[in-house]
């Protein structure tokens, strides 16, 4: 496995300062604690790093697991995805909540003439919810994260890459996107199934099953 130039830095600090937090480390590369979690993942992943609570990282010293790493980078989104939920923009919310609860998702993906144009989260309805606004007369419109503010994925990529973006952006799915022209020939996308975090998990218990 070939690492990034800020992975090799992280190792490098690491074996200087061990222990050594990821806020210590996030200092010295000028970089916020979140910028940094994804490369961190990778690394204690891949056993190049041992994260230990309430004490920080230290170098382990071990050979890098490129097997795994390289089985999960190959298994594409399209492999793992599952069923979305969808809603339109016009639903109110208490009925959106409804919806959440009977499909067990996270996360509602809003669409319009079957393109993507928003999503609303547990997040998203707890906030309102808390807020003592009347759910019954609020559409999902009004709460929703609109593209082109939406983080998606391609069902070509790879798992990977699906599990870092929902580490990098602290969210609980991810759309799997088509893009397609519309009438206008503008780029829209067409949700096509979804990666959560459930996902990725069931991929590390089938891997551990040695499925």
């Known amino acids: 496995m070939k690492l990034s130039p800020r992975q090799e830095e992280i190792i490098k600090l690491v074996k200087e300062g061990q222990p050594i937090t990821s806020e210590a480390l996030a200092s010295k590369l000028g970089v916020t604690r ?80 079957g393109f993507l144009i928003g999503a609303v989260s547990r997040k998203d309805f707890l906030k309102i919810a808390i807020g003592g606004t009347d759910i019954h007369k609020v559409p999902v419109g009004v709460i929703m994260t609109r593209m ?27 759309p799997v996107v088509e893009k397609v022209l519309d009438e206008e020939q503008k780029d829209q996308y067409k949700i096509i199934g979804k990666i959560s975090k459930t996902n990725i998990t069931k991929l590390f218990v089938k891997m551990g099953n040695g499925q």
């Open 34 to 113: 979140a910028a940094l979690r994804p490369d961190l993942a990778v690394l204690t992943m891949i056993g190049a790093l041992d994260a230990r609570p309430k004490v920080g990282y230290v170098y382990t010293e071990k050979p890098m697991n490129n097997l795994l790493y390289d089985y999960i980078t190959n298994i594409k989104v399209k492999d793992i995805m599952s069923k979305p939920a969808f809603v339109n923009e016009e639903t109110m919310v208490y009925d959106a909540i409804v919806n959440l609860f009977l499909t067990d998702v996270g996360t509602l993906f809003v669409e319009s003439d």
């Open 148 to 174: 082109p503010n939406i983080i998606f994925i391609s069902k070509e990529e790879s798992a990977y890459t699906a599990a870092k973006k929902i580490i990098e952006h602290e969210i609980d799915s991810i």
